[in-house]
């Protein structure tokens, strides 16, 4: 223990940084370095006033953005079994889980809402990335499952706004389990007729992108978003060659037909009221029968803890 720290209780540790609220008036944009009074920030919707770039936004303020008057209603998403494989690295699964929703005040990665979009009915479901890099284990899995009932339940499409690192590693094999059980959710919407819309924004990638990510009815995608399966650095090192300017950039993508339209978030709101209008009217859709009940997913189950050496044997 450093000197430093070890001062008897009673004296003021003049070294001990004390927390005056400076570091949250002002944000350092990431893109072009720019230092951005928080106000500002906050009014601009956290896009940066000086090069557009969109930082990432939390759950509650994407519902707010995009529902009329900010008004929602959270849909109750089932637990699913918490650390199956009683994972643990540099510290247990549980403890990051603990971490996690202590600093975002989520329970998981994903988090689903229902509302109006100009007076148009939605459920709305948006990944944290902030949740362990949003990535995808059971609990994603349930969210979207559930999100896709609840879309078919009501009637009204389904907008997923994607943001991910991948699959979740401290699930294993389970966590890739969700890449068909959320394709099967999104199979669920379409058979019922109803709109599927997905916004992809930074970053959106792995098993997100290999599934529902990428399943939508129409794509929309943030200015500058890194969308792919592998990261262009990975990809770099495979092939050993240099890739195009902007590679798996939103803008790049929508060049090459992957991205239908790349949006502002100040115009997503709009841009999803004229989308979900024009496919709930499509003639098409309307003639599509409702399907019979829907029986339920299987919910994922646990797996029993692997012990390693019963297993050598």
Not at 5 to 14: A, F, L, R, W, Y
Not at 70 to 76: M, P, Q, S, V
Not at 163 to 173: D, H, K, T, Y
Request: charged share 25%; with cysteine.
């Amino acid at each position: 223990m450093s000197w430093l720290s070890n001062i008897p209780p009673g004296i003021k540790n003049i070294f001990k940084r004390e927390d005056d609220g400076s570091d949250k008036l002002w944000t350092k944009c990431p893109n072009c370095g720019e230092m951005i009074f928080q106000r500002d920030l906050d009014a601009s919707h956290q896009v940066c006033t000086s090069c557009s770039y969109h930082l990432p936004i939390e759950a509650a303020e994407r519902f707010a953005l995009v529902f009329d008057n900010g008004a929602f209603e959270d849909i109750t998403v089932p637990d699913p079994v918490q650390d199956p494989l009683k994972f643990k690295d540099e510290k247990r699964y549980t403890d990051r889980l603990k971490e996690n929703r202590r600093k975002t005040g989520q329970q998981d990665a994903l988090r689903v809402a229902a509302g109006k979009i100009d007076g148009a009915e939605a459920v709305v479901a948006v990944q944290n990335f902030k949740f362990m890099g949003g990535s995808m284990g059971m609990a994603l899995g349930e969210a979207m499952v559930r999100a896709a009932e609840e879309a078919v339940r009501r009637q009204t499409p389904l907008i997923v706004f994607a943001a991910s690192g991948g699959a979740r590693m401290q699930e294993g094999i389970l966590s890739l389990m969700q890449m068909p059980r959320t394709t099967i959710a999104v199979e669920m919407v379409k058979e019922a007729g109803l709109p599927y819309i997905v916004v992809l924004t930074h970053p959106t990638t792995g098993g997100v992108t290999a599934s529902f990510a990428m399943l939508g009815d129409v794509h929309l995608a943030e200015p500058g978003a890194l969308i792919g399966f592998a990261g262009p650095r990975v990809i770099e090192q495979t092939i050993r060659e240099k890739l195009p300017e902007g590679f798996q950039r939103a803008e790049f993508l929508e060049e090459k037909g992957m991205v239908d339209l790349v949006v502002h978030r100040s115009e997503m709101k709009s841009v999803l009221s004229k989308l979900m209008r024009t496919l709930v009217n499509n003639p098409k859709r309307a003639a599509t029968p409702k399907p019979a009940p829907i029986a339920e997913i299987p919910r994922s189950e646990p797996a029993a803890p692997i012990h390693l050496d019963k297993a050598a044997e």
